[in-house]
């Protein structure tokens, strides 16, 4: 079973940065792909970045030299960095967990935490 608990998120001006972390709990030498989907109010939630097993990242274009996903396999956390962040970027952010693929943005996300909002004013 895997456990998955974002914190992080918040209300930052335009321009601002913030990190997100995600702790993972789960079974001892299990490995996944790891995420981070984000879900503005009224629309479909959307790949952000994903990470895999063996640390190689892909991020999504609009984000791309913005966001940075990162994890630390010894303290089971992962990471996103988001800087010069956008009002468009105002959303519900996710971190999810897939058996180990690449692409990992392909993979097959079964595991989901609750979510932390994160909010960009102008």
């Known amino acids: 079973q895997v456990q998955l608990l974002e914190s992080g998120g918040g209300s930052v001006q335009t321009g601002g940065s913030l990190t997100l972390s995600c702790v993972v709990s789960k079974p001892a030498y299990s490995g996944y792909s790891m995420g981070w989907f984000r879900q503005a109010l009224g629309e479909e939630r959307k790949w952000v970045a994903c990470i895999s097993l063996h640390n190689r990242a892909s991020v999504q274009g609009s984000v791309n030299g913005r966001f940075t996903i990162s994890q630390d396999n010894a303290k089971n956390t992962l990471y996103l960095q988001m800087n010069s962040l956008q009002p468009d970027d105002t959303a519900m952010y996710y971190c999810?967990?897939?058996?180990?693929?690449?692409?990992?943005?392909?993979?097959?996300?079964?595991?989901w935490g609750r979510g932390t909002q994160v909010t960009v004013s102008s």
């Open positions: 999810a967990a897939a058996a180990p693929v690449w692409p990992c943005e392909r993979g097959s996300y079964t595991y």
